[in-house]
């Protein structure tokens, strides 16, 4: 009796092909997060909910609180919690790059 690898295979390719999506799917959002947070700090430097953008944007805000969150501990972005509270780019930040942002997703490391 031979043991069929055919399934574990099947199995990872729908995983990888599931990690890719989610990937892609977190790459549009942050995306979108930069570019709002852009143009709010290049108008008033004001902190910004994430939230407000996901909805805005017809997005889920959990999703985008999750990936503001990433760019936070990557050093992109800073926050404020309470009233006016919210997340702003870091000051040195204000010109991260589309390809900052897909080094940033790449797989399987984050920059």
């Not at 994430?50 to 760019?71: E, H, T, Y």
């Not at 972005?77 to 870091?90: A, D, H, I, Q």
């Amino acid at each position: 009796m031979g043991n069929d690898d055919g399934g574990d295979k099947s199995i990872c390719k729908k995983r990888l092909k599931d990690y890719n999506r989610t990937i892609m799917v977190r790459f549009d959002y942050g995306v979108i997060l930069i570019e709002s947070l852009k143009k709010t700090n290049s108008l008033t430097g004001r902190f910004v909910d994430a939230r407000a953008i996901a909805k805005a944007n017809k997005l889920s805000p959990s999703l985008m609180g999750k990936v503001a969150q990433d760019f936070k501990h990557a050093g992109w972005l800073e926050s404020k919690r309470g009233t006016g509270g919210g997340y702003r780019l870091v000051e040195n930040q204000s010109q991260i790059s589309m390809d900052e942002l897909i080094k940033f997703f790449r797989w399987p490391a984050r920059a």
